[in-house]
Structures are given as C-alpha cells and as structure tokens.
C-alpha cells in the first residue's frame, strides 16, 4: 500500500513538473510578446487549399474536346499540357499571360513540414541498414586474428570518429561525391552509414568481447570451426548485450540527420527553415519539428524495447 502511495505522488510530481514547464514556455512567450499562431503552421503539414495551375509562358487557351487544357505560346514552341484538374480558370481562347491561373487541383496533399519528414525518415533508415554493415564487418575485424585486419579496422573507427560528422559531409558530398557521380541524397546515406558505423563497430567489438571466452571454446570443442561458432553461439549472445547501446547510437543517426540539410537535402530540419521563413512562427514551427523528430527517435525506442524483451523472453 504505500508502494502504490509513493507511486502515485511519484506521477503527481511529474504532471506537476511539467505543468510547470510548460506554463514556463507560455510565459515566456508573452514575456517577449510572442502571439502564437499555430493555425498557420498546419498547410505546411497537411495543406487541403486548392492548388493553382500556373501558365509558364504567354499565348492563347485552347481546350479541346475531351477537355484537355494547353496553352499555345505566342512566339512559337511547344504547348503547355495540363492533362490533370478539377476546376478551369482560363476558357478555351483566352489569352494568357505567363504567371496566370489557368486551372485548380483539389484535394489534400502534404506540406513541406510532412514531405521533410518523410525524407528524414528515408535517409535514416537506409543510413541505419548500411551502418549495421558497417559495424558488424569492422566489429569482427576488430576481434580478428590477423593483424592487417585490425590495423584496418583501428584506423577506420579512429579516424571517423576523432573528426566531425559535418566535415564527413562535406568531403564525402564534394570530394567522393564527384568523383564517384553520387547525388545529394546518395552522398547523404553514405556520410551518415560512415559515420555511424564506426560507432556501431565499436559497440560490437565491446560485446564480443564481453561473452566469456569459454562459450567460443566449447563451441569449438563441439565441432564448429570459428565462422560457426562466432555466427550461433557469440554474435547472438553479443548482440543481446548490445541492444541498448544499438539503440541509442541509432536514435543518434536519426537526430545526427539534420545535418545532410547542408548539402541542400531537404529533410525536416530545411522543410523547417523554408516554412520559418514563409509562415512567420518560428516558435510553432521550431516545437513541431522537435516533436516529430521525437516521434521518430520515440517509435525506433519503443521498437527495440520490445526487441530486447522478445529476446530475453527466448532464454
């Protein structure tokens, strides 16, 4: 009974700590005379205004009989198409100005704010994919017996993670990138795949090395040659212990993201820069980029939990 008095005034506390904080934000607000307006922060997320047509040169309209809308340039060249509307603005000969509303789309479509989101999603997801490899090669060569494996391995892990991951970005994007052709997105994934597994080797090495090593002798006394035994009987007891720590260097990568914005990817942390500058709420802007950066660093959280409780139910 007094367990559950105690966690009852422990939940109590909480509401009450954030209650204050965000009583704190909100006061801070009209201390600096902020005006929240969060209405203009939702068609970036989820815009359903209707979406204008615009003519890209001057010339006449012509909708044919099928009621398909082009417009026949002036000065010769080729017509402008609009296969797709709901709604003509301009009727068939009309004349047109470059710039015009021609035709409207209805319907919803995502914002910036939602399409950012989901490119920051891509992007660490396919990083994420990579840099396991990364870690779990580099990890074994770590353990390896041949020392050239381990002199490579040392290397990678040190260099990467003695020098910033905006450096990285930088030379991988305008040295590799153009030597290798790779676009903005691709230079991106590699960058963050790099970066992330060298920590992620390391993570391995350490559990590895922190199964006892008469699990690798009695394997080998069974008859298992060292691939076997390292694949059945080491790696899965070391990723069990590795789990947490995985976990937090991937909320990492997700949160480490942000930075491919330099090299002009717009992922969630650009969409939110572009809409700052178009919406005038930074604040909203700013506390939903964070909220949803969160729900994704928080479902890939929730994600491993059950992963580690699966596992360790498998004992």
């Known amino acids: 009974m ?6 009852w005034l422990g939940h109590g506390l909480y509401f009450v700590i954030m209650a204050t904080l965000i009583a704190g934000v909100y006061f801070s607000g009209q201390k600096i005379n902020y005006t929240w307006h969060w209405e203009r922060l939702w068609p970036y997320v989820i815009n359903t205004e209707p979406q204008d047509i615009i003519a890209q040169t001057d010339g006449t309209a012509v909708v044919n009989a099928s009621g398909q ?11 402008q198409i609009v296969p797709d509307y709901d709604s003509l603005v301009a009727r068939d000969g009309d004349l047109i100005f470059q710039g015009d509303t021609i035709a409207r789309i209805e319907g919803w479509r995502f914002g910036p704010i939602a399409e950012g989101l989901w490119v920051t999603i891509e992007i660490s997801f396919l990083a994420l994919i990579f840099s396991i490899l990364l870690g779990v090669i580099f990890g074994l060569m770590r353990v390896a017996h041949g020392q050239v494996w381990r002199n490579l391995a040392v290397t990678y892990v040190e260099v990467i993670r003695g020098t910033p991951l905006l450096v990285q970005i930088f030379i991988v994007y305008f040295f590799i990138g153009t030597v290798f052709d790779l676009d903005r997105f691709t230079a991106g994934v590699a960058a963050l795949s790099i970066f992330t597994g060298a920590y992620v080797a390391e993570i391995v090495r350490g559990g590895i090395q922190s199964v006892p090593p008469g ?6 006394s069974l008859g298992m040659n060292y691939a076997q035994a390292m694949t059945y009987v080491v790696m899965p007891q070391a990723i069990k212990r590795t789990l947490p720590s995985l976990a937090g ?6 949160k480490d993201s942000s930075l491919v914005s330099v090299i002009s990817i717009t992922d969630l942390t650009k969409a939110g820069r572009e809409v700052v500058s178009g919406s005038f709420a930074p604040f909203e802007v700013w506390f939903a980029v964070a909220a949803l950066y969160l729900l994704v660093t928080g479902s890939l959280s929730w994600a ?8 360790a139910a498998s004992d």
């Open 304 to 311: 491993i939990q059950r992963l580690e409780k699966r596992l």
């Open 2 to 7: 007094q367990t559950q008095s105690r966690r």
């Open 215 to 220: 699990q690798m002798e009695a394997a080998r």
């Open 69 to 79: 809308l082009s417009i026949t340039p002036d000065y010769g060249g080729a017509p």
């Open 249 to 254: 260097q991937f909320i990492n990568l997700i």
